[in-house]
């Protein structure tokens, strides 16, 4: 399965943003899929996973409240919807795809299938 993430932007603190990740050529049998985020010179970070069987969503505490992660009916797009960015919010935001256990879903190394990325700028 491939995973094309768009939506990113500039946008103003306070706004909102909506990510879309599609995913294409096949159907995604794996546990999670996941929103991760990065600046430069740091790690990845969680911010998002939703359990494809179930619809279970775990949240990062700095965007609990804030983002929320959902997926089509058609099961073919993942979504982060974004509200009350701030500043630091601002980084490359990456879908991908987990065969992990729940226990994993927050780490970055569990996930082996990623998207290219898209970036968010939010200005002060």
């Known amino acids: 399965v491939q995973l094309q993430a768009s939506g990113g932007g500039l946008v103003q603190a306070g706004d909102s943003l909506r990510l879309a990740c599609a995913l294409s050529?096949?159907?995604?049998?794996?546990?999670?899929m996941g929103w991760f985020r990065q600046t430069p010179g740091k790690e990845r970070e969680f911010v998002a996973a939703?359990?494809?069987?179930?619809?279970?969503?775990y949240y990062a505490d700095s965007v609990k409240g804030r983002f929320t992660i959902s997926r089509s009916n058609a099961k073919d797009t993942v979504y982060l919807q974004m509200n009350s960015l701030k500043p630091e919010d601002t980084a490359i935001y990456y879908c991908?795809?987990?065969?992990?256990?729940?226990?994993?879903?927050?780490?970055?190394?569990?996930?082996?299938?990623w998207g290219q990325g898209t970036e968010v700028t939010v200005s002060s």
């Open positions: 991908a795809a987990s065969q992990g256990i729940l226990s994993t879903v927050r780490l970055a190394t569990a996930y082996k299938n």
């Open positions: 050529g096949g159907t995604f049998s794996g546990n999670f």
């Open positions: 939703i359990r494809w069987y179930g619809g279970y969503t």
